[in-house]
């Protein structure tokens, strides 16, 4: 038996809508991500487990992780031994941690690894890809491939084998904060404009050129100053109830900034000390979520997808 983590994810990263995201490690150690186990069986078996399994649907074909194992059997490894396949689902649905990729990116991984099918990287993403395309209403990798290969990723079609590392500040701590409430990704996308303007398209994307170049030359506060979602957030604040409380707060209290992770309604501040990042975390803690919510400050998971060590 063996067990895969992924870790949870802020899509678009404030400047890259669909195009960056960036996986979390909470600095205290605690494992912010679901887990998959597998092991042999006599006949295929999926299980769902862990503190978000009961939000879920009861019915496994409409869970993505055994309509990953369904389709893994069926089309990629036919011949793979029956399996016993446990979602560990500690991270909330509809919450802008990458929830659901998380889910299809850890069956995946542990699959691949059960089955020794040696997908290539590209192939793997693409799967998780079409999966995750599944419920989140538009085919993005920006919680994908963060979450399986860590880091902060540039992502997407156009980009070599799907996705680019990017280097960021070592001392940069991510406040994320789940105010408890959910927020369908799918209906957050669905108030996005269709279309961008020729000056926000031409805006977009020298602000993300710029913020990618800047970080490659190690331009951290520079990168930082220009680190804004004119794309997404706009409209997205006012599905978010105490977003406006914290756009306002987080900067007076030290925040460089503060905007959406993914579609919401989990929001992102990112400090250049610790300190401001637990009084932003207190804040944060104290006016924004509720007793079903949670604040982490984080930094960047650099390891991505992973197979969990046994404890002695
Ligand atoms: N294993 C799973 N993990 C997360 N969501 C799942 C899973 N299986 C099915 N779903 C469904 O997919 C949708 C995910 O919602 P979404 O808002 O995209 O979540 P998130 O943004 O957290 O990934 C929900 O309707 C949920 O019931
Ligand atoms: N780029 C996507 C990211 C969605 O992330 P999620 O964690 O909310 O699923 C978007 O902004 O729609």
């Not at 701590?173 to 799918?186: K, S």
Request: proline share 4%; hydrophobic share 45%.
């Amino acid at each position: 038996m063996f067990e895969v983590y992924a870790p949870a994810s802020v899509g678009n990263f404030a400047v890259g809508f669909d195009a960056l995201g960036a996986a979390l490690a909470p600095i205290d150690g605690q494992l912010l991500g679901d887990v998959v186990a597998v092991q042999s069986a006599t006949q295929d078996e999926f299980i769902c487990s862990g503190e978000y399994a009961h939000k879920l649907p009861a019915d496994p074909l409409e869970n993505l992780a055994y309509q990953c194992l369904v389709h893994f059997r069926e089309h990629v490894a036919p011949n793979m031994a029956a399996v016993r396949l446990e979602l560990k689902k500690n991270l909330p649905i509809g919450s802008g941690l990458g929830s659901s990729a998380c889910s299809v990116v850890a069956t995946f991984a542990a699959l691949d690894k059960f089955a020794d099918t040696q997908l290539s990287q590209v192939e793997l993403i693409e799967l998780m890809a079409d999966f995750e395309a599944k419920v989140s209403g538009g085919r993005h990798y920006d919680n994908i491939t963060p979450c399986y290969l860590g880091g902060l990723q540039l992502t997407g079609d156009l980009i070599p084998n799907k996705s680019l590392s990017l280097p960021v500040c070592e001392q940069w701590y991510y406040v994320v904060a789940f105010p408890g409430f959910t927020l369908n990704t799918a209906k957050a996308r669905a108030v996005l404009p269709e279309s961008l303007s020729m000056h926000d398209s031409v805006e977009f994307a020298q602000r993300l050129s710029a913020f990618i170049s800047l970080l490659h030359t190690q331009q951290f506060d520079a990168a930082l100053s220009i680190m804004e979602d004119r794309v997404a957030e706009p409209h997205r604040a006012r599905l978010i109830e105490g977003f406006a409380q914290a756009k306002q707060a987080l900067p007076e209290l030290g925040a460089k900034v503060m905007s959406i992770s993914g579609a919401g309604p989990t929001l992102f501040a990112v400090c250049t000390d610790l300190t401001t990042a637990q009084q932003c975390a207190d804040w944060l803690a104290a006016n924004y979520i509720n007793d079903q919510g949670f604040c982490h400050i984080c930094q960047l998971d650099t390891l991505g997808t992973r197979v969990l060590e046994k404890e002695a």
